[in-house]
């Protein structure tokens, strides 16, 4: 740092990206800056993942509640009067305080990082100027975030249309929801509005969840379909109707034109790079608004690097973090690179959760030509379980629900939903080379599934680890039933669950 530096970085920005990018600078020996308008960790705790996980428990609950009613020992339970927008209050007057107040004490006194707080201007690469006071740096590191994208159609700004940003600020149920976009967004939306007894239609311009592999999709829509959430594929949203506020949502299918009667909209087809506060340095902004990085995270302008959402997708938590993580070795002197192979993607759909990694079959078979499946449940469905009927003597007494609903209390949900995984191997190197599943729980496994991809992890591995059963991500036993084979086959016809799921 020269004479004229205080900081070694301006960290522009506080979210995910920035406080992670500067916590890691400052461990390295650097001295970061963070400048940040309104709360350390982004929009993280306020509307994105700290929320999405407290309202998912939620829906999770009260779909569960629903299902477990008067069953077995379970009393009776009367959900005529829940509430999503009391799950939102219980969130904002709790939640969103507690995990404000903790990044901050993390980041300033545990961590020691300097803090400017308020609404930044960028005056020139080195210098920003936040409430009048000037601080300078030698690097600058934008980390703005992004912005949900807004369709340009009529009715847009009715009140009643809402994003993400909103969901956590609700203060009267719908009674019937319309979800523009299937994405990961729209369809985790779906999941955990429908148990607080909001009427949910998803309309998806094209295909919802593309890039998902084929039986999770359908494992999902299915159970979709069960609870009574429509979805739309192929529909183009013309215009939001409303005197006022929001009526109906015009659409239109196959050349007919559709109207769907609502009281609320939830747009959520896609992100927007924040890329605005640094497009005066000059860096280079591509076609999806994004600053472009290389894969160091530096831009076109010499010590001027983006992190996070600023610079693109894909936009996920774990990235964002890591952007941060390389812009902090980078400035310190390092040549780190940003590795985007085998990222993990997640969506909460209460009760369930999905979670995949590497490749889809369909991808696979492109690449590997005939992969073996390790797969749970498979080939023609067992009848439907009947739960027992209530266990008289247990009127009123004992817990609604025990918590989520892990393992076997799934049986509960019925004919083979109660989850499926997939484990997808080349049988040549018996490597495997993609891991999905729907169920409760999986997510913690695949921070970990994700690594052992990349290092070319085998059946056989696999077969030696120590599952603690019953686990919700079975690939450890399920590989070592047939890790024995010497020509591996696996264990699962490629039995495809017919798609019935769209209306149409
Ligand atoms: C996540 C926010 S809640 S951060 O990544 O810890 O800053």
């Given at each position: ?39 350390l ?5 306020v509307c ?28 009776k ?12 209050e ?26 400017a ?19 300078k ?80 999709r359908?494992f ?61 340095l ?36 774990a ?40 490749l ?14 390790i ?12 739960p ?25 949900y ?91």
């Amino acid at each position: 740092m020269g004479p004229q530096y205080e900081y070694d970085a301006i960290w522009f920005g506080g979210g995910a990206a920035g406080r992670f990018g500067a916590a890691f600078h400052k461990a390295l020996g650097g001295k970061p800056l963070i400048v940040e308008e309104h709360h350390l960790g982004g929009e993280c705790h306020v509307c994105r993942c700290a929320f999405e996980n407290f309202f998912s428990d939620q829906a999770s609950m009260a779909e569960l509640m629903r299902l477990y009613s008067g069953k077995s020992w379970y009393p009776k339970i009367d959900l005529s009067n829940i509430s999503a927008a009391k799950a939102a209050e219980l969130y904002r007057e709790v939640g969103q305080r507690a995990f404000a107040d903790t990044m901050k004490h993390q980041t300033e006194k545990q961590l020691g990082v300097e803090v400017a707080w308020g609404k930044g201007n960028i005056i020139d690469k080195n210098i920003v100027e936040v409430n009048g006071k000037i601080y300078k740096g030698k690097n600058l590191v934008i980390g703005t975030g992004s912005r949900p994208t807004m369709p340009n159609i009529l009715g847009i700004n009715l009140p009643g249309v809402m994003t993400y940003i909103d969901h956590p600020e609700m203060r009267k149920d719908p009674k019937k929801m319309v979800i523009i976009g299937g994405g990961k967004i729209g369809i985790g939306k779906a999941a955990m509005f429908a148990p607080f007894n909001i009427e949910v239609t998803v309309l998806e311009k094209y295909t919802c969840l593309p890039k998902w592999d084929r039986d999770i999709r359908n494992f999902i829509f299915r159970d979709f379909k069960r609870r009574g959430i429509k979805i739309y594929e192929g529909i183009d949203v013309k215009e939001i109707k409303g005197k006022g506020k929001v009526e109906s949502v015009v659409a239109e299918l196959d050349g007919e034109i559709m109207e769907f009667p609502c009281d609320a909209v939830m747009v959520s087809i896609g992100l927007t790079p924040n890329s605005e506060p640094a497009i005066p340095l000059g860096v280079k902004i591509g076609k999806g608004n994004e600053i472009i990085i290389d894969e160091g995270c530096r831009t076109n302008v010499p010590g001027v690097y983006a992190i996070g959402d600023a610079a693109g997708p894909p936009y996920f938590m774990a990235i964002a973090r890591k952007r941060g993580m390389i812009a902090a070795k980078n400035i310190a002197g390092e040549d780190a690179k940003m590795d985007y192979s085998f990222v993990p993607d997640h969506i909460y759909i209460p009760p369930l959760e999905a979670t995949c990694v590497g490749l889809t079959e369909a991808e696979a078979r492109e690449k590997y030509g005939d992969v073996v499946l390790i797969q749970v449940p498979w080939g023609p469905k067992p009848e439907d379980p009947k739960p027992e009927e209530y266990y008289p003597g247990f009127e009123n007494q004992g817990l609604p629900v025990c918590g989520r609903m892990h393992t076997l209390n799934l049986l509960f949900y019925g004919q083979n939903r109660n989850g499926l995984v997939k484990a997808i191997v080349d049988p040549k190197s018996r490597k495997y080379v993609g891991f999905h599943s729907v169920g409760d729980g999986a997510k913690t496994a695949f921070q970990y599934l994700s690594y052992l991809l990349k290092i070319g992890w085998t059946v056989d591995q696999m077969a030696n680890l120590h599952e603690i059963f019953l686990n919700a991500e079975h690939f450890i036993q399920l590989s070592r039933l047939v890790a024995g084979q010497k020509e591996l086959k696996g264990f699962a016809a490629q039995v495809y669950l017919e798609e019935d799921y769209i209306c149409r």
